[in-house]
């Protein structure tokens, strides 16, 4: 799933942009993950600053 | 702010204000929602600007004009650099805005003309009706209100969810988004009217890393990669900060922001039943320069002069709302995104050596006109060996 570092996102909305899926969206400082993200990290690779990251689930 | 307005603007950036100030001037009711809690802030902008541009929209004023530039330098990846000038132009050929304070005006300017201004307020839904917008859900710390409008200008910019919720497609391919992020640096060495224009793979990837001077010691000094080079330790900050490093390693910082800009192609339409888009949202930035600030307040009023008519002819349907899309295309403005969209999808497969090449024969260069159109054209010109990296541009550069 994806997680957000929220010490590091600056809320610039670069992600909210590439998202195919339109699952985020930037609400103030605050960048929401919506349920429609698939994990794709589409929105990982083109942050700036490193601040998402698609963390694998583990065993369920 | 009332239940119903003739035009509901979402968003308070130069194409919102532009547009709700156009709106009130001609007599509609017009409302704009801010989502953020301050009009101008915080800026995500390299801040540059033309001076023809902006002033044909608002009156120069030195409270939100950082910098006046007379010239600009491209640098290649080799240190060698080309300078631009402009005599026609009195050399007086752009500007350095200071955004929060310019932003603020122009919602002034709406407000003086009429426009209801809210902020803080952001819109959650559009209302639909059989396919056709007529308003937006908004929020308000907690508190939603359902207003209705003729017609819905999405002005939400780079990060627009507006139109998507619409059912249009906004997606930025990863390629064509520049990853961004920029640091108000002072205490650095600089000319304070000339912006330094940096390219290279090594320096910033399918993109380029910016100095716009703001005054005689400090500059924005940002840099935009595309999205398909960024990636964990070779970020848009990574290459900013090792090149601030290696250049200006006594700058002091004031300010930091990140971004987006998209330099893909606009929307393939955006007019929808009751529903324009403009500016950034509507991806209508400059895919050389990345720069969107004209574009947003050109295309702001020409959507709401489209929809004046649309409103008082009875129906702002799609088809009545269409003349907007059809005459920012065909505008100058339409017309150089698409030639520089393409200049761009060459220039990006250019090699480093080939960059210092082009760079080292030219050195200096005086411009009728400054434009990117212009600057191609004198590099072919003086160097007509391009010709053959631009075959695929040889119909523009007849």
């Known amino acids: 799933m994806l997680s957000v570092r929220r010490d590091i996102c600056a809320y610039c909305g670069c992600c909210v942009s590439v998202c195919p899926q339109g699952a985020l969206e930037l609400i103030d400082a605050y960048l929401d993950v919506g349920s429609s993200c698939t994990s794709c990290g589409i929105c990982a690779k083109a942050c700036p600053l490193g601040a998402l990251e698609v963390k694998d689930e583990g065993p369920l | ?398």
């Open chain 2, 1 to 398: 702010m009332k239940d119903h307005y003739d035009i509901l603007v979402i968003g308070g950036g130069p194409g919102g204000a532009i547009a709700a100030r156009t709106a009130a001037e001609l007599g509609l009711s017009v409302c704009l929602a801010e989502k953020r809690a301050a009009i101008g802030t915080p800026v995500r902008c390299a801040e540059g600007i033309g001076t023809e541009a902006i002033a044909e929209f608002v009156v120069p004023d030195p409270r939100w004009i950082s910098a006046e530039l007379h010239g600009a330098k491209i640098v290649a990846p080799d240190g060698s650099s080309l300078t631009l000038s402009s005599e026609q132009s009195g050399n007086k050929v752009g500007y350095v805005l200071d955004r929060k304070v310019f932003d603020r005006e122009l919602v002034w300017q709406a407000a003086a003309a009429g426009s209801d201004v809210v902020v803080k307020t952001r819109a959650t839904a559009p209302i639909l009706d059989e396919g056709r917008v007529r308003g937006a859900v908004l929020d308000f710390c907690g508190t939603t209100k359902r207003v209705s409008a003729d017609v819905v200008i999405a002005a939400d910019g780079v990060e627009s969810k507006f139109a998507r919720w619409c059912g249009i497609d906004t997606t930025v391919p990863l390629r064509e988004i520049m990853s961004s992020a920029q640091y108000l640096l002072t205490d650095l060495p600089l000319d304070p009217h000339v912006t330094t224009f940096y390219v290279g793979t090594s320096i910033a990837p399918e993109g380029y890393l910016w100095v716009f001077p703001k005054g005689e010691r400090s500059a924005n000094v940002g840099i935009g990669i595309s999205g398909r080079k960024s990636g964990t330790g070779h970020r848009a900050k990574d290459y900013l900060d090792s090149f601030i490093a290696s250049r200006f390693p006594k700058a002091k910082q004031i300010e930091f922001i990140a971004g987006g800009v998209s330099v893909c192609r606009p929307l393939p339409c955006t007019v929808a039943d009751g529903l324009m888009i403009v500016g950034d949202a509507a991806r209508v930035v400059d895919p050389i320069t990345g720069g969107g600030i004209f574009n947003a307040m050109f295309t702001g009023r020409m959507a709401v002069q489209v929809a004046a008519q649309a409103i008082a002819s009875g129906t702002p349907s799609r088809e009545a709302l269409m003349p907007y899309d059809l005459t920012w295309r065909d505008s100058p403005m339409g017309k150089s995104i698409e030639r520089n969209y393409r200049i761009k999808e060459v220039f990006i497969t250019l090699s480093d050596e080939k960059l210092n090449a082009i760079i080292q024969t030219v050195g200096k260069l005086d411009l009728k006109e400054f434009s990117t159109f212009n600057l191609v054209k004198e590099l072919i010109f003086r160097n007509p060996r391009l010709l053959l990296d631009l075959a695929p541009l040889r119909d523009i550069f007849k």
